[in-house]
């Protein structure tokens, strides 16, 4: 009898560490989309914020305040390019990815780095020339503005929705993504923002503004290749070197953020269009090789 009920005990036991490791699996799920969350929060706090900026402009109110909400803004839309960030990693680092899991970053990403930059590239960087100029022909800034800061948000959509496609194939190049991704994409509006924070008013800057904003959107949708640093393993050993390095840009970024920022956000923007000049150029990889995250 006692090894029937040591069996039984076994039994017993091996069915409750399956059912534990089952609960732990699917806490597992749930914690790469806390981080798309805290994306997704970032994004509506920097549509608000840019909406209560533009609110000040149009009140009259001082320009402080509203250069201190845009930036705001800006650094929502920094931060939720951290969380999106996180989320990929950490999925792919506890084995925790999954169909939904990608949806709903892709959802997140449509509103923190798609309709937030949008309204943030038009709130700060045209709607205040507008306003300022009192030559006759600058109202045409208006319509054009929202024709480009939409083409930037459908070109984001439109990117989006074809790395969820092309990444479902076999054959993925880890390496590269295909198109400028999209929180690069309004990384660097947000870095610009927070650079020079004291929105645009002079007309000429308006429209070189607009131009880089239908620049970002042509990139998204381009065939242009991007480093995914998907094969950048965080579990191998490495350098003591490497964490000094780490520990140097993270000092710098919390000092001197606002220049720091835009040198890392325009770099990473323009190390796509090197592969376009003589001698630089490499043939760009079939449609379904694209990196497996975004």
Same mark, same amino acid.
């Given at each position: 009898? &006692?090894?029937?009920?040591?069996?039984?005990?076994?039994?017993?036991?091996?069915? &409750?560490?399956?059912?534990?490791?089952?609960?732990?699996?699917?806490?597992?799920?749930?914690?790469?989309?806390?981080?798309?969350?805290?994306?997704?929060?970032?994004?509506?706090?920097?549509?608000?914020?840019?909406?209560?900026?533009?609110?000040?402009?149009?009140?009259?109110?001082?320009?402080?305040?509203?250069?201190?909400?845009?930036?705001?803004?800006?650094?929502? $839309?920094?931060?939720?390019?951290? +969380?999106?960030?996180?989320?990929?990693?950490?999925? #792919?680092?506890?084995?925790?990815?999954?169909?939904?899991?990608? &949806?709903?970053?892709?959802?997140?990403?449509? $509103?923190? +780095?798609?309709?937030?930059?949008?309204?943030?590239?038009?709130?700060?960087?045209?709607?205040?020339?507008?306003?300022?100029?009192?030559?006759?022909?600058?109202?045409?800034?208006?319509?054009?503005?929202?024709?480009?800061?939409?083409?930037?948000?459908?070109?984001? *959509?439109?990117?989006?929705?074809?790395?969820?496609?092309?990444?479902?194939?076999? =054959?993925?190049? #880890?390496?590269?993504?295909?198109?400028?991704?999209?929180?690069?994409?309004? =990384?660097?509006?947000?870095?610009?923002?927070? %650079?020079?924070?004291?929105?645009?008013?002079? %007309?000429?800057?308006?429209?070189? %503004?607009?131009? *880089?904003?239908?620049?970002? *959107?042509?990139?998204?949708?381009? #065939?242009?290749?991007?480093?995914?640093?998907?094969?950048?393993?965080?579990?191998?050993?490495?350098?003591?070197?490497?964490?000094? +390095?780490? =520990?140097?840009?993270? %000092?710098?970024?919390?000092?001197?953020?606002?220049?720091?920022?835009?040198?890392?956000?325009?770099?990473?923007?323009?190390?796509?269009?090197?592969?376009?000049?003589? =001698?630089?150029?490499?043939?760009?990889?079939?449609?379904?090789? &694209?990196?497996?995250?975004?």
């Amino acid at each position: 009898m &006692e090894p029937a009920a040591s069996k039984h005990l076994n039994n017993n036991e091996g069915t &409750e560490t399956v059912a534990n490791n089952h609960r732990l699996r699917r806490g597992m799920y749930v914690l790469p989309s806390l981080f798309t969350v805290g994306t997704l929060i970032c994004g509506y706090y920097a549509t608000l914020t840019t909406v209560q900026a533009a609110q000040l402009l149009a009140g009259g109110a001082a320009s402080t305040l509203a250069a201190n909400s845009f930036d705001s803004a800006a650094i929502a $839309i920094g931060l939720a390019i951290l +969380f999106d960030g996180l989320d990929g990693r950490i999925a #792919r680092l506890t084995n925790a990815t999954s169909n939904f899991g990608r &949806e709903f970053d892709s959802l997140a990403d449509v $509103i923190a +780095f798609g309709l937030a930059p949008g309204l943030l590239a038009y709130s700060w960087g045209v709607r205040p020339a507008i306003d300022a100029s009192v030559a006759p022909w600058t109202h045409h800034l208006r319509p054009v503005g929202w024709i480009i800061t939409f083409a930037y948000l459908i070109c984001g *959509a439109a990117r989006l929705a074809r790395f969820n496609i092309e990444s479902a194939k076999p =054959g993925v190049d #880890r390496r590269y993504f295909v198109g400028l991704p999209i929180p690069a994409a309004a =990384g660097v509006i947000a870095a610009v923002v927070h %650079w020079a924070k004291d929105p645009l008013t002079d %007309w000429p800057l308006a429209l070189l %503004w607009l131009l *880089a904003t239908l620049a970002l *959107a042509f990139l998204m949708v381009s #065939r242009v290749r991007y480093s995914s640093f998907k094969a950048l393993d965080l579990r191998r050993r490495r350098p003591y070197v490497t964490i000094i +390095f780490i =520990g140097l840009i993270i %000092w710098a970024i919390i000092f001197y953020s606002e220049p720091v920022l835009l040198v890392m956000a325009l770099t990473y923007a323009l190390s796509g269009l090197v592969h376009l000049f003589p =001698g630089k150029a490499r043939p760009s990889p079939p449609a379904h090789e &694209e990196a497996k995250a975004q």
